[in-house]
């Protein structure tokens, strides 16, 4: 399992910058990443997912790199926002082939602080 | 579309007392999931429902009953609540949406407070 507390990793930028948050995952048999928001008080909401057989994917001002040698995993924010504040999880998912559910293993979490 | 909705939002229990968490999707999903999130950290799971008929445990199950009630419906059951189960308690669901998609959506959340 991975070590939990109540300190989560913390970055704070200026609106207009770009952020890069990092997450690092342990399970090699993982082929599915997924990449949430959770702004304070709402559940968590998607953002963008990669499979194992990809090690980038884009979407609307974000993009998730993938790198599969080291087990890291990536999201980019581009022109960062203050309605982009918010926790942001990545989850991991290691029986998504094929099948209609899948459980996730969530890590820690990093709060994003966007300064006007 | 009202997504993945949960009753109540927020619940104050006393130690040994019994609820139930409610959860409703209008996806037509095939799986739903029930989670708690505790200060500081990420989601855990406490039980799945692959499908309709079928549950099985998470991460974190013990303390915890479910019922898979129709396709829409999931439930989250405390028979004697205990403090440690103070916790924020989230509902999920996800199903085929074209090929190679697992993405769960999740529900507002259950502010559950155990004194």
């Known amino acids: 399992g991975e070590s939990v507390g109540l300190h989560l990793p913390t970055l704070s930028v200026q609106e207009g910058d770009n952020s890069i948050i990092n997450c690092a995952y342990s399970?090699?048999?993982?082929?599915?990443f997924i990449w949430y928001k959770q702004e304070s008080g709402k559940g968590p909401q998607f953002i963008i997912d990669?499979?194992?057989?990809?090690d980038k994917r884009q979407g609307q001002r974000v993009t998730v790199l993938l790198n599969k040698t080291v087990k890291h995993l990536s999201l980019q924010i581009a022109a960062t926002q203050p309605g982009d504040s918010a926790v942001y999880f990545c989850?991991?998912?290691?029986?998504?082939?094929?099948?209609?559910?899948?459980?996730?293993?969530f890590g820690q979490g990093t709060i994003l602080t966007v300064h006007p | 579309n009202a997504g993945v909705t949960q009753t109540p939002k927020f619940q104050v229990l006393k130690t040994g007392q019994s609820m139930t968490l409610q959860c409703a999707q209008d996806?037509?999903?095939?799986?739903m999931y029930w989670y708690r999130q505790d200060p500081g950290m990420g989601l855990r799971l406490i039980y799945y429902?692959?499908?309709?008929?079928?549950?099985d445990k998470g991460e974190v199950p013990n303390g915890y009953n479910v019922s898979r009630l129709n396709k829409r419906e999931f439930s989250l059951r405390l028979e004697s609540a205990a403090p440690s189960q103070t916790s924020v308690y989230f509902c999920?669901?996800?199903?085929?949406?074209?090929?190679?998609?697992?993405?769960?959506?999740f529900g507002p959340g259950t502010r559950l407070t155990v004194l």
């Open positions: 999920a669901s996800s199903g085929f949406e074209g090929v190679g998609t697992d993405t769960q959506y």
């Open positions: 399970n090699s048999a993982s082929d599915y």
């Open positions: 990669i499979r194992s057989n990809m």
């Open positions: 989850a991991e998912n290691a029986n998504a082939g094929g099948t209609s559910y899948g459980k996730l293993t």
């Open positions: 996806m037509n999903h095939n799986s």
């Open positions: 429902s692959a499908s309709e008929g079928t549950t």
